[in-house]
T-cell receptor, first 111, second 114 residues
Framework: QQQVKQSPQSLIVQKGGISIINCAYE??????FPWYQQFPGKGPALLIA?????SEKKEGRFTISFNKSAKQFSLHIMDSQPGDSATYFC??????????FGTGTRLKVLA | SAVISQKPSRDICQRGTSLTIQCQVD?????MFWYRQQPGQSLTLIAT?????????ESGFVIDKFPISRPNLTFSTLTVSNMSPEDSSIYLC???????????FGQGTRLTVV
């Protein structure tokens, strides 16, 4: 019940395309859902986050879609760029300070 | 926001030895966390380090192997003891400034045990 399932494990997208990464959770106590971006040799950095009172949040080229009834949320990267090539982790937390991280998606955007 | 500095950034250690990783935060924080990230894998929480109390360890991690200190609200150390090659990982320090808020991460310590 504490898991966050993330897919796909890896993703290759052409420059200018849309990258979509999906996550699913079981614990209905989760109420904060961030996405982290990690470049090689760096720690994860917050990209965008959503709370369950909204179904979508957009920041620039990055959008989170949230489906509370399905217990799923996804990250959409519009107009993907080679600089977006990184590993992306979804996460969930709620009620405690503990984060549960997804397994990660390695994104490669081809120039 | 919080800026986290970790030292060392990387190290190569002999098996059987110990390494202490330092985590310095630029502001006072209540909650500090230590994670392990094995190559190509996700983040696994090792323990929560609270100032003034013993660290709380997650299942599979024990104090004898990963002793933690938290002497004040801006600093913590994680020691990886009696290392084996299986301890080769990236170790990350993280802080949160409130419940259900952003977690900030240090750049990590890449440990290789030979």
């Amino acid at each position: 019940q504490q898991q966050v399932k993330q897919s796909p494990q890896s993703l290759i997208v052409q420059k200018g395309g849309i990258s979509i990464i999906n996550c699913a959770y079981e614990n209905t106590a989760f109420d904060y859902f961030p996405w982290y971006q990690q470049f090689p040799g760096k720690g994860p950095a917050l990209l965008i986050a959503i709370r369950p009172d909204v179904s979508e949040k957009k920041e620039g080229r990055f959008t989170i879609s949230f489906n509370k009834s399905a217990k799923q949320f996804s990250l959409h990267i519009m107009d993907s760029q080679p600089g977006d090539s990184a590993t992306y982790f979804c996460a969930a937390t709620g009620g405690t300070y503990k984060y549960i991280f997804g397994t990660g998606t390695r994104l490669k955007v081809l120039a | 926001s919080a800026v986290i500095s970790q030292k060392p950034s990387r190290d190569i250690c002999q098996r059987g030895t110990s390494l202490t990783i330092q985590c310095q935060v630029d502001s006072q924080v209540t909650m500090m966390f230590w994670y392990r990230q094995q190559p190509g894998q996700s983040l696994t929480l090792i323990a929560t380090a609270n100032q003034g109390s013993e660290a709380t360890y997650e299942s599979g991690f024990v104090i004898d192997k990963f002793p933690i200190s938290r002497p004040n609200l801006t600093f913590s150390t994680l020691t990886v003891s009696n290392m084996s090659p299986e301890d080769s990982s990236i170790y990350l320090c993280s802080v949160e400034q409130g419940l259900n808020t952003e977690a900030f991460f240090g750049q990590g310590t890449r440990l290789t045990v030979v």
